[in-house]
């Protein structure tokens, strides 16, 4: 089996790319795409006659320079877009809450569109009925502020 591998570079190619398409499902990171982009290099390779030693080679090469240069575009255009497409807790992140109960740096109760969540506050306490913006997302906790303009007119 192992000689038949030896003689067959290709299909070590093909099934690392698909075990590397795999877990990218599994992971989307966009780290593992990119070693798969490696491994179509090393099959390219391969069938158009390279050593096994230049296929691992082109491999590694073109693995290093998709990671180096493509994915951090890649992850700049997926998070780049307006608001609206933001999704799950990065859209609350500058959303508009009520305090429901009085809010401290240890804890308390704030109101978001229709939820209730658990929340501390980064700017001292705040009382309950206050209005106040969402400025992070910590676990199951929503890290509150008051609004600028409420600090303006104090």
Same mark, same amino acid.
Not at 10 to 31: C, G
Not at 118 to 130: I, K, N, T
């Given at each position: 089996?192992f000689?038949?591998?030896?003689e067959?570079?290709w299909?070590l ?10 877990i ?9 795409i990119?070693?798969?982009?490696g ?5 390219? &390779? ?21 990671i ?21 807790i990065?859209r ?6 009520v ?35 969402? &400025?992070?997302i ?5 890290v509150?502020?008051t609004?600028?303009?409420a600090?303006?007119?104090?």
């Amino acid at each position: 089996m192992f000689e038949w591998l030896g003689e067959n570079w290709w299909a070590l190619w093909l099934t690392a790319f698909l075990a590397f398409a795999v877990i990218e499902m599994i992971t989307l990171d966009l780290f593992f795409i990119m070693l798969g982009g490696g491994t179509l290099a090393a099959l390219i &390779a391969d069938f158009a006659g390279a050593d096994g030693w230049l296929q691992i080679v082109i491999f590694c090469i073109v693995s290093l320079l998709m990671i180096a240069f493509v994915r951090p575009v890649a992850l700049a255009h997926i998070k780049k877009g307006p608001p609206e497409q933001r999704t799950n807790i990065d859209r609350l992140i500058g959303e508009s809450a009520v305090v429901m109960e009085p809010v401290t740096t240890a804890g308390g109760l704030v109101k978001i569109g229709g939820d209730i969540w658990s929340a501390r506050s980064s700017s001292g306490e705040l009382s309950a009925g206050q209005k106040v913006v969402v &400025a992070a997302i910590d676990g199951a906790t929503a890290v509150v502020t008051t609004p600028p303009e409420a600090l303006d007119q104090a």
